[in-house]
Structures are given as C-alpha cells and as structure tokens.
C-alpha cells in the first residue's frame, strides 16, 4: 500500500493505492473517490458493541473497507475539516489518537475505543479516546484542522487540549489548569491543558475547532425566528 498526500497543509487529501487484493479501512464519510475496480464493503467492526463504543466516542457507527480487485486500486480519503494530513507508521506501543482525528489504517491496525474517565472529558476528547495498536507493521491517517506539527517530548511538555491529534503511547498524560487557578485559568482564554511525561512524539493541530466555531458563531446575524 503506497500513500501519498497533496495539497498540504490547508486542504489536505490523500492518494492511496492498493495492489490487487490489498485493502484500508477508513471512516464512513471520509472517501472522495475511487477506482471501478475497488470493492467497499460497510461494516460494524467489532460487532454492534464496537460501533457503539465508538459511536459514542465521537466516531462513525459503520467503517468501509476498501479492497482493490483484478488489478492495481485506487482510493482517495479526505478529513472532514480543512487541514493537513498525517500517515503515522504502526509503532509496537501504538497510539493515542483525539477520536475525531482519525481518518483511516491498514485493515489489522485495532482502533479500540478506550473509556479514558474524566481525563479524556475535561481533555475535550470526550470520556473516550482511541487506542491504536497492531501486531504487525501497518499505517494509521490522521486529520487535523489547519497544518499538523510533530514536537518530540523529552521529559515534560505541555499542549492546549483543543490542539491535540495524536501521541505515542508510550507518554504519560494528565490534564489540569493552564494557570495557577480556575478563575485565573478562564480568564487567561487557555482553559485547560495536558501535561506529558516520558519519552515521545505529539502530533498537535494548528488551528482549534471549538476556538475557530465560536469565534466565526459571533460574527453570523441572530436567527430570525
């Protein structure tokens, strides 16, 4: 499977193409297009309670898989929001992934939807976060809003919650105040932040979604009703 990524960072889509038999589960939703001789196939993976886990994690119910047949295949995938690109190489610790990040990976990765508590919810992931993992080399498609930096972690780090995409797992990570207090916390606009530990790569998003729909939401006209 080879992928290639054009019109990075700010529209960002991504070219994969599969050799005859080869296949890339993705996010409903997320194909733009493809060749005559692929095959989609719309499933459940992990049964129904693995759609609904990840329903509630903030993840489509149903995934396609994509297998290219009789020949060389061609599909193209896209993230729902304007922005980059990522594809993240199958480590053996795997990764956390921000649940709307995810775009698509090599049919064995395991995207398992974890109930990260509380952590995950005040984290702006809500009370789940994705676990990617595989037992062999594999390639897992991420997205972000606006361009994606990959900054290396080497004994602390600390990123605003709502510029998360992905992290290796093998870092540790808490949430708390980006201030010395709530009030000084809410007043300073940063609200929270995550706090890693260890040893790793942090993929951070530019640009966050919830800023940019609040800040655009005040400019739109009342709604006549």
Known sequence: MDIQIGYRPAQALARVILDNGEQIRAESGAMVGMSTNVHMETGMTGGMMGGL????????????????QGGQGEVLLAHSLCGDIVNLEMSPQGFFIQSSSYIASSPWVNCETKVGGFKSFFAG???FVLKATAQQPGQVLVGAFGGIQELHCDGDLVIDTGHLVAW???LEYSVGKSASGWIASFLSGE?????????GRIWIQTRNPNEFGSTVGRMLPPRER
Request: hydrophobic content about 35%.
């Open 53 to 68: 886990k990840r329903m509630f994690g903030g993840e489509s119910f149903f995934q396609n898989t994509f297998t290219a």
């Open 125 to 127: 992931e809500g009370v």
């Open 168 to 170: 290796d797992a093998t």
């Open 191 to 199: 609200g929270l932040v995550c706090h890693f530990k260890g040893q």
